[in-house]
Nanobody, 115 residues
Framework: QVQLLESGGGLVQAGGSLRLSCRAS????????MGWYRQGAGEQRELVAT???????IYGDSVKGRSTISRDNAENAVYLQMDDLKPEDTAVYYC?????????WGQGTQVSVSS
């Protein structure tokens, strides 16, 4: 059974930075994609960034230029470095793994940005 464990959320002032981490447990072999989505209060879940196991990255428009996604394939981990955070970045951030035709989601970690 694959499980995702996120960490790194918190409260930060506008202009600050945070680094989110997500590690997948379980047997994962071959091509996969790991990434981050977020959901603000009353909003739909949206893409933040994803990275495949061969390094193909996709960024959502809202964070482009301010966030960097990276992976450690040996550890089945994905990281999201977020800089120049804005109050509108406040949301629950979810880690997602796409593997073997299935999507797996973490429980989410809260990111709050104060003005």
């Amino acid at each position: 059974q694959v499980q995702l464990l996120e960490s790194g959320g918190g409260l930060v002032q506008a202009g600050g930075s945070l680094r989110l981490s997500c590690r997948a447990s379980g047997s994962i072999f071959g091509m996969n994609s790991m990434g981050w989505y977020r959901q603000g209060a009353g909003e739909q879940r949206e893409l933040v960034a994803t990275m495949s196991s061969v390094g193909i990255t996709i960024y959502g428009d809202s964070v482009k230029g301010r966030s960097t996604i990276s992976r450690d394939n040996a550890e089945n981990a994905v990281y999201l470095q977020m800089d120049d955070l804005k109050p509108e970045d406040t949301a629950v951030y979810y880690c997602r793994l796409y593997y073997s035709g299935n999507y797996y989601w973490g429980q989410g970690t809260q990111v709050s940005v104060s003005s």
